[in-house]
């Protein structure tokens, strides 16, 4: 069975910093866009970042840019979201999903339509 786990995710100050990961068991995600997405309360889901299936193309949501940093290690089937200088407008349960339609592709999708697996989520919480 197909699985992404996100976990790192907790309880921080504003200015604080946390690194999300997410693992995927069952089968190799390395040949796919992978990306983080986030829902806070009340609100719909929405993108943050996507890295490209060779690492060398990612794309972020304009106000997570210079603060967030997405990558990704092929040889342990992960995708990590370095979090830096939080704030109270980052809180949000954040989901880890994968693009499996399209192998081999740089491009990195911003909508939710075209990731097809998702992980559970782990909560973020910046206290002010």
């Known amino acids: 069975q197909v699985q992404l786990i996100e976990s790192g995710g907790g309880l921080v100050q504003a200015g604080g910093s946390l690194r999300l990961s997410c693992a995927a068991s069952g089968r190799s995600f390395d040949k796919y866009v992978m990306g983080w997405f986030r829902q806070a309360p009340g609100k719909e889901r929405e993108f943050v970042a996507g890295?490209?299936?060779?690492?060398?193309?990612?794309y972020y949501e304009d106000s997570v840019k210079g603060r967030f940093t997405i990558s990704r290690d092929t040889a342990k089937n992960t995708v990590s979201l370095q979090m830096n200088s939080l704030s109270p407008e980052d809180t949000a349960v954040y989901f880890c999903a994968v693009d499996s339609q399209r192998p081999y592709s740089d491009y990195v999708s911003t909508r939710l339509q075209w990731y097809d697996v998702w992980g559970q989520g782990t909560q973020v919480s910046v206290s002010s």
């Open positions: 890295i490209g299936w060779t690492g060398g193309s990612t």
